[in-house]
């Protein structure tokens, strides 16, 4: 059974979706890892979603800060954008999740 943490912190701020990890490959998980999301809407609401098979959806409002955690247990590279439509911006918020 696994129990190693990756530690995952995803910030929102202005048009750019920056996700830093500790760990040198900063978007990169190993497959059944529990993954710990901290995300900070900075500027206005947004959400951390990904869609299937992972189908997570957080929103925090502006200035507020969610965390989460949830097993990588699905291989592959899965899109994290920003569900809202806040602002036009929201539609450029995208990084990936590559779970190796
Ligand atoms: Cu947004």
């Known amino acids: ?5 990756s530690l995952v912190f995803a910030t ?6 920056f996700l830093v990890n500790a760990a040198a490959s900063p ?4 497959q059944d890892d529990l993954v ?10 947004h959400s951390f979603t990904i869609d299937g098979p992972y ?20 291989p592959g ?6 569900a809202l439509s806040t602002d036009p911006k929201c539609k450029e918020m995208k990084a990936t999740l590559t779970v190796r």
């Open 77 to 82: 590279n899965h899109t994290i954008y920003c």
């Open 12 to 17: 929102l701020a202005a048009s750019v979706l």
């Open 55 to 74: 189908r997570i959806s957080k929103r925090a409002g502006a200035g507020q800060s969610v965390t989460f955690e949830f097993r990588a247990d699905q």
């Open 1 to 5: 059974m696994r129990s190693r943490q």
């Open 36 to 45: 710990k999301i901290t995300f900070t809407a900075s500027d206005m609401p």
């Open 27 to 30: 978007r990169a998980v190993t």
